[in-house]
C-alpha cells in the first residue's frame, strides 16, 4: 500500500502532488454518506443558463439627449429593457 500524505503539524499540510491526485476518488465514493450518487449527479449536471430567447436584439450605438438617458436610467435595473419597449410602441403606432 502506497504512504498516505499525512499532516506535517497543526500549522502546516504536506504538499498534493500528481501522485496525490492519481489516487485521489470522487468525494460520493468516499464519503456515500454524505455525497450520496442522488447529490453527485445533481452536482454534476450542467446549469442551465439563459434560456434562449425568441427574438433576437441587435447592439447598436446610439446618442441620445442627457435627460432622455437620465430619464430612463433613473427608473433603475431594466432601464434599457424599458427603453425598448417605449421605442417598439412608438414603431407599432407609426407604421
Known amino acids: 500500500?502506497?504512504?498516505r500524505h499525512e499532516l506535517?503539524?497543526?500549522?502546516?499540510?504536506?504538499?498534493?502532488d500528481a501522485d496525490w491526485f492519481k489516487q485521489a476518488r470522487p468525494a460520493h465514493d468516499v464519503l456515500p454518506d454524505i455525497f450520496g450518487a442522488e447529490v453527485a449527479a445533481g452536482m454534476l449536471k450542467p446549469k442551465g443558463g439563459r434560456p434562449k430567447?425568441?427574438?433576437?436584439?441587435?447592439?447598436?450605438?446610439i446618442r441620445l439627449n442627457p435627460e432622455v438617458a437620465t430619464y430612463f436610467k433613473?427608473?433603475?435595473k431594466g432601464w434599457q429593457t424599458k427603453m425598448n419597449?417605449?421605442?417598439?410602441?412608438y414603431v407599432n403606432q407609426h407604421k
Open 1 to 3: 500500500m502506497k504512504k
Open 8 to 16: 506535517i503539524n497543526d500549522d502546516e499540510i504536506a504538499e498534493l
Open 53 to 61: 430567447a425568441t427574438s433576437h436584439k441587435v447592439p447598436v450605438t
Open 74 to 76: 433613473a427608473t433603475g
Open 85 to 89: 419597449e417605449a421605442l417598439q410602441e
